[in-house]
């Protein structure tokens, strides 16, 4: 149920994509206490991107998730920024996060809802 979409204006190469796919996947987990196997992760590359009207190394997530708290953004950021910078090399002030609390009945999966 927690999707994760991140977004950059760099192009990744495969291995690095493979990495960071499998990371993002294994800590959006663990943040949100979640199992894996719900977990979705998506990545797109190299769109045409401008924060603070540069096109420096930039990358814009959003996070969704049923029962996201509120009291843990702060630290949810913190820990996808890190991600972002050790797999991408992105500093943390070129990175924008949306959380987003996903009511059940608005979430579908396996032909129903949860």
Known sequence: MPLLKIQTNQP????????????????????????????????????????????????????????????GTADFSRTLASLLNDELGLPADRVYIEFA??????WGWNGGTF
Do not use: C, H, W
Not at 18 to 43: C, F, H, W
Not at 101 to 106: E, H, I, S
């Open 101 to 106: 609390d996903a009511p059940r009945a608005m």
């Open 12 to 71: 990744i190469e495969p291995d690095t994509r493979k990495s960071l796919i499998r990371n993002a996947s294994q800590t959006v987990a663990d943040m949100l206490g979640k199992p894996e196997r719900y977990v979705m992760v998506s990545i797109e590359q190299n769109p045409a991107m401008l924060f603070g009207g540069s096109n420096e190394p930039l990358a814009y997530l959003e996070l969704k998730s049923i029962g996201l708290p509120e009291s």
